[in-house]
């Protein structure tokens, strides 16, 4: 169910920046779920319902949010207002445009979990911990290789990463982005422990000798609040994590030439165009 949730989240809030994603959610939704479940002819009909509905309201209520929010970050780099103050003001509403569609969805996730066979359930589940599995795996191959391998691969992709938006990188922007990788934590033990208690959570909550409305309510809390199951040691490296990310950014703008932030405004206006054509 998780794994719905995100992906439809996911295909709603990336609308903006890619109009294949946005036209076609509904078949990369179900391409996408068949690793995870397989819904029968009436859930089926019950979702196509449901997500043609968030579609019609996330065009019309959401994604002129996404068109505002990006136009304000445009002016702010034209009139030179990015601080780390600015920078967390941005990401905070981006946050919000999740929890919106989180919050929107959610009554109808649980309706349609209601449905859900104990076959469904067990089949998910499994699914779920195969996936944990591979994500230990790849943190296990990852650690096998050496500490400069590791920084070399991290600051190839970051550096890939910012061409794609401001083109060109001269040396001091290399070496700016290499000097960075210190600062950021890895997460990846905690982001799984956080998955497998949400994972728990879940399969209690469906464990539940009834479909009733504790089971709803239970369902809606899940949907609605995963962050509870986090952990306090893994939201503050998160916060960590964030305010580097936000000093990262401050760092590569305050360096960035004419030709770079002209690039970056022109990708950015792009993605605004998209959220504002695909209203129609």
Not at 30 to 46: C, F, G, P, T, V
Not at 189 to 204: S, T
Request: aromatic fraction near 12%; hydrophobic fraction near 40%; glycine fraction near 2%.
């Amino acid at each position: 169910m998780k794994k719905i949730i995100l992906l439809t989240c996911m295909l709603l809030l990336g609308g903006c920046s890619t109009k294949f994603a946005y036209n076609n959610a509904s078949w990369l939704i179900y391409w996408y779920m068949d690793d995870y479940i397989e819904l029968n002819d009436a859930q089926e009909d019950q979702f196509d319902r449901y997500f043609a509905e968030w579609i019609e309201w996330h065009k019309a209520e959401e994604l002129p949010k996404y068109a505002a929010q990006l136009n304000q970050i445009i002016e702010d780099i034209e009139q030179q207002n990015i601080n780390l103050e600015r920078i967390a003001f941005h990401r905070d509403n981006a946050r919000a445009h999740w929890v919106r569609a989180r919050e929107y969805i959610a009554e109808d996730l649980v309706a349609l979990g209601r449905t859900l066979s104990e076959e469904q359930v067990v089949y998910l589940l499994a699914a779920l911990e195969e996936e944990n599995q591979e994500d230990e795996e790849e943190m296990a191959e990852n650690k096998e290789l050496s500490k400069d391998k590791r920084d070399r691969n991290w600051v190839k992709r970051n550096q890939k990463n910012i061409r794609r938006w401001m083109g060109r990188l001269s040396d001091e922007q290399k070496l700016f982005i290499s000097g960075f990788r210190e600062r950021f934590e890895s997460t990846g033990v905690l982001w799984l422990d956080y998955k497998r208690r949400y994972q728990q959570a879940l399969r209690e909550t469906f464990a539940m000798s009834a479909r009733d409305e504790n089971f709803d309510a239970a369902l809606l809390e899940l949907i609605v609040n995963p962050e509870q199951y986090r952990g306090e040691v893994f939201d503050e490296a998160t916060d960590r994590n964030l305010l580097a990310a936000s000093e990262y950014m401050m760092g590569l703008y305050d360096m960035a030439n004419k030709k770079q932030l002209k690039r970056l405004i022109d990708e950015i206006d792009s993605i605004k165009e998209d959220a504002i054509s695909l209203q129609k």
